[in-house]
């Protein structure tokens, strides 16, 4: 079992950054590869970024390539999204999620335990 509290949204106008940390209870952390999405208003959830256990991979959405940077530090539980140069596109609720699978998942049935999400506003 996993819980997940992700934190770090805010309020940032176009072209700011943003870490978001996604924080995990339980010792087999390690064990998980993990993920972030993302849902605004009226949209369905989206894959944004993904860490294989160890991270020994990663993947990113095509809208995110480029601008933000997923990482985990498995001995703090813990979890990263790094967003630059954000834009308007990006408001939404950021969800962490995990999963025991093993590789990367971009699906959002693949994962088995989800945050709460924390809000990204970013102005124009």
């Known amino acids: 079992q996993v819980q997940l509290a992700e934190s770090g949204g805010g309020l940032v106008q176009a072209g700011g950054s943003l870490r978001l940390s996604c924080a995990a209870s339980?010792?087999?952390?390690?064990?998980?590869?993990l993920g972030w999405f993302r849902q605004a208003p009226g949209k369905e959830r989206e894959f944004v970024a993904a860490v294989s256990q160890h991270a020994s991979s990663t993947m990113y959405a095509d809208s995110v390539k480029g601008r933000f940077t997923i990482s985990r530090d498995d001995a703090k539980n813990r979890a990263y999204l790094q967003m630059n140069s954000l834009k308007p596109e990006d408001t939404a609720l950021y969800y962490c999620a995990a999963t025991g699978q093993l590789g990367l998942r971009t699906k959002g049935e693949s994962y088995d335990y989800w945050g709460q999400g924390t809000q990204v506003t970013v102005s124009s």
């Open positions: 339980g010792r087999t952390f390690s064990a998980y590869s």
